[in-house]
């Protein structure tokens, strides 16, 4: 059995239990600010992590694949969203879309910035030290804001990417497009043990990565 580094495991898993928190409340923020009360009247506009969690995407799988079984993917539970209470309709359905992976890449380009100007300190035996846990958690927030925000862009529903292209296309494009949307996540696990995601998501990922880093 691999040694797991059970203080590592508990600072990814809170890591991307923000990153997803703050992912869903872009999009409830953004769909009400744009007319739709839906996910407000829910509670959805909140930074409450257990409003926003799915027992299986939010803890079981991520938790599974830190433990080293597997390729990291986490979600939480949908935001809900009216696309005809909306001011401009579908027009704006592509902002809500494009909120959630916006607000990741955010989030990594301000822990970039913390970074840059944080002075990690040299590890003493026996002195506590708060400034490398920091730097960790930091580094982690980078790298897992830009891969979920890559990910998610993927233009196959019901990612955002999806949406976004969903949103974009002519009305009858789009309902032949949206034909996929419940063999979607069968696509992206196809993808995944094929070895065709990580060739999909690695230059985007990469190439943002070196310019926060």
Do not use: C
């Amino acid at each position: 059995m691999p040694d797991i580094d059970f203080a590592r495991v508990f600072i990814t898993f809170i890591v991307l239990l923000f990153s997803l928190t703050v992912h869903e409340t872009a999009h409830a923020w953004t769909a009400d600010r744009l007319g739709d009360p839906t996910a407000r009247l829910l509670g959805r506009v909140s930074l409450n992590p257990v409003v926003h969690a799915d027992l299986i995407g939010t803890v079981l799988f991520p938790l599974i694949a830190m433990l080293g079984a597997g390729f990291l993917i986490g979600w939480a539970k949908p935001v809900p969203v009216n696309v005809s209470r909306l001011h401009r309709g579908r027009r704006d359905y592509v902002l809500v879309a494009a909120a959630g992976p916006a607000s990741n890449l955010l989030i990594a380009v301000v822990a970039s910035l913390i970074l840059s100007v944080f002075t990690v300190s040299p590890q003493t035996i026996g002195e506590a030290n708060v400034s490398a846990p920091l730097a960790v958690i930091l580094s982690l927030a980078i790298s897992m804001n830009v891969l979920l925000a890559v990910f998610n862009m993927i233009p196959i529903p019901p990612l955002d990417g999806g949406n976004v292209l969903a949103g974009l296309l002519p009305a009858g494009a789009a309902r032949v497009f949206d034909q996929i949307r419940p063999y979607g996540f069968v696509l992206l696990y196809a993808l995944m043990l094929t070895g065709n995601l990580g060739r999909i998501i690695g230059p985007p990922t990469a190439f943002i990565r070196s310019w926060l880093q």
